[in-house]
């Protein structure tokens, strides 16, 4: 399988599983858990949905530019959603606050594959 395929086989996969997300907080979760901690949850499947559609971008922009900058910004948007949206999914079911530091991280890696993506295709 291609990098640009894997990329957008990971989109796909990875917005299919944030409507599921989606709909799990707003139908089982809504009256289980309290506001502040179904905002955070919606959170999580938000910015995993956008960085879905973000990695579909990725897999268009390397067969269009391949380079290394436009592949390590898929990996990290990948990565950023594992960590930032699984962190606050966890933080949201389990309610152990402590995963709010790992969060961050997350960000930084989503911000840092949005910059790759703008060098990569800059330079393409």
């Not at 949850?41 to 990725?58: D, I, K, P």
């Not at 990948?78 to 960590?83: D, M, N, T």
């Amino acid at each position: 399988m291609k990098t640009d395929q894997i990329f957008a086989a990971a989109g796909a996969l990875l917005a299919a599983v944030s409507v599921v997300a989606g709909a799990f907080g707003a139908h089982l979760l809504r009256h289980r858990l309290p506001p502040d901690l179904l905002g955070t949850f919606e959170t999580g499947a938000r910015y995993q949905m956008y960085h879905a559609f973000a990695l579909l971008v990725v897999s268009w922009a390397h067969g269009r530019w391949p380079g290394q900058q436009i592949q390590i910004a898929g990996w990290l948007f990948l990565a950023g959603v594992v960590i930032f949206s699984g962190s606050l999914y966890a933080l949201s079911l389990s309610g152990a606050r402590a995963w709010g530091t790992v969060t961050p991280v997350g960000g930084a890696a989503f911000i840092a594959g949005w910059l790759l993506l703008l060098w990569g295709v800059w330079k393409g």
